[in-house]
T-cell receptor, first 110, second 116 residues
């Protein structure tokens, strides 16, 4: 079993839709949870960061962590064509390196 | 402008021909790392460096070398490239190891390497 699993997609939605992106993980020691966004032919950029369980909201983006289920989610409200990218979940313990999921490719169709 | 710069961005080479991918950051970051990105496998760490003259293996170090003689530079060396090293490579940096806890890695734009 991979340490971090993520549905690779591709996911295609109409503009304005609510998008849900998810990752599951196996290491219960993970405490820091991140979402990176990677546009085509670019490096990943940190989108959101959450420590431990709970929700975090930033504009149209909401990150959720459920440590009991080992499950994290990223919600995008009112999705825009500019949200079209690959979304990588990532996580780490307090003393170890960042582990990335394989990424989900998202296309938002105007 | 704060950035991580990689060169070359694209390279086609042949098996066994040594090559170096350079990485430079202008943010005075202590931590630097190399990743390779392959379809379905995500980003896998090759080598990392906590500071000058301090380097360590990541998850997939075989066939690669690195050095950290200066804080800003962290070149990736493929002594004898093979086709299974065909991949998209990213250099990344972070202010310090402690800042890694926020997950804030700054990535370069990537170097696409093809080994024939």
């Amino acid at each position: 079993q991979k340490e971090v699993e993520q549905d690779p997609g591709p996911l295609s939605v109409p503009e304005g839709a609510i998008v849900s992106l998810n990752c599951t993980y196996s290491n219960s020691a993970f405490q820091y949870f991140m979402w990176y966004r990677q546009y085509s032919r670019k490096g990943p950029e940190l989108l959101m960061y959450t420590y431990s369980s709970g929700n975090k909201e930033d504009g149209r983006f909401t990150a959720q962590v459920d440590k009991s289920s080992k499950y994290i989610s990223l919600f995008i409200r009112d999705s825009q064509p500019s949200d079209s990218a690959t979304y990588l979940c990532a996580m780490k313990t307090s003393y170890d390196k960042v582990i990335f999921g394989p990424g989900t490719s998202l296309s938002v169709i105007p | 402008e704060a950035q991580v710069t990689q060169n070359p961005r694209y390279l086609i080479t042949v098996t066994g021909k040594k090559l170096t991918v350079t990485c430079s950051q202008n943010m005075n970051h202590e931590y630097m790392s190399w990743y390779r990105q392959d379809p379905g496998l995500g980003l896998r760490q090759i080598y990392y460096s906590m500071n000058v003259e301090v380097t360590d293996k990541g998850d997939v170090p075989e066939g690669y070398k690195v050095s950290r003689k200066e804080k800003r530079n962290f070149p990736l060396i493929l002594e004898s490239p093979s086709p299974n090293q065909t991949s998209l490579y990213f250099c990344a940096s972070s202010l310090s190891v402690g800042d890694l806890n926020t997950g804030e890695l700054f990535f370069g734009e990537g170097s696409r390497l093809t080994v024939l």
